[in-house]
């Protein structure tokens, strides 16, 4: 079920969110009075050229990152001052973290690496491995649990990290670049599902991408240029269905576009 801009609840509520960085006598700001809500139910894409603040506001939304100046609330709950002690909590019950390097331990098993996340929130024996099972089932990956990483494909490997990101059932997700590495089928298998967790499991997805490719699927796509949000452009039809593509000569101009600005 896909949930209106209306409607939808707002599960991050940024307000004049600022992030600056001193070095020396030097200020690098990284981003400037940032508002922004974030809705369950919906894929949102963060774009923008290199050093617009894409990776730096999705740090400080997922508690990694504090800003310099502003409010930050995630499920109604006020973060911006709580002690750094605090802040695993945050992050281990509400946010699950998707890496475009997938962040596996070589040594484990799929399953075994979404098993540690488990077990990291108190979860572990037999438990914790059933339900690692059932996390790579729901990625489509009932028959490579035991594979290592070095014997998974790129797609494949970042289906285990997103199993991993939901270990604790987070109603937030928040990935950087899942699709950067990956070839066209591995990256479409991977933002359909980024997009069915939002949509058909009532998560909110905040998505970093370069990727012109997963722009159709987003229900948001928010633009950062000199650390500002500059624009949202409406949501776009899914990518590859015949019956709701672009036009081909909106398509060719979107993708001309693209390239001048990347």
């Known amino acids: 079920m896909t949930t209106s801009l209306v409607s939808a609840k707002t599960v991050i509520r940024a307000r004049g969110l600022s992030k600056v960085y001193q070095e020396g006598a030097n200020e ?3 981003l400037t009075d940032v508002h922004l ?17 894409k990776t730096t506001l999705l740090s400080i939304l997922g508690c990694i990152l ?56 108190g979860v572990s024996g037999d438990k914790a491995k059933n339900r690692a099972e059932e996390l790579l089932a729901e990625v489509g990956l009932q028959d490579r649990m ?46 359909e599902l ?16 370069h990727d012109p490719r997963v722009l159709s699927y987003g229900d948001r796509i928010l633009q950062l240029e000199d650390g500002r949000l500059t624009r949202e452009e409406s949501p776009r039809p899914p990518y590859g269905v015949a019956h709701h593509a672009l036009p081909a000569q909106a398509t060719a101009n979107f993708s001309e576009e693209f390239r001048a600005e990347f």
């Open 66 to 121: 504090r800003a310099s100046d502003g409010r930050l609330e995630l499920l109604g709950e006020d973060v911006t001052s709580l002690p750094e002690t605090e802040l695993p909590r945050i992050r281990r019950e509400a946010i699950g973290f998707v890496f475009q390097g997938f962040n596996l331990f070589p040594t484990l098993t799929a399953a075994e690496n979404v098993a540690l996340a488990l077990d990291v929130r």
């Open 194 to 209: 980024l997009q069915g967790l939002a949509r058909s499991h009532g998560r909110a997805v905040v998505m970093v991408t």
């Open 146 to 191: 035991r594979a290592f990483p070095a014997d998974l494909s790129g797609g494949q490997k970042q289906r285990v990290a997103i199993a991993r990101a939901l270990a604790g059932n987070p109603p937030i997700l928040l990935a950087d670049e899942p699709t950067a590495a990956l070839d066209s089928t591995s990256g479409r298998a991977v933002i």
């Open 28 to 30: 690098f700001r990284a």
């Open 37 to 53: 809500d974030i809705h369950a139910g919906q894929l949102t894409l963060l774009m923008g050229p290199s050093g617009s603040g």
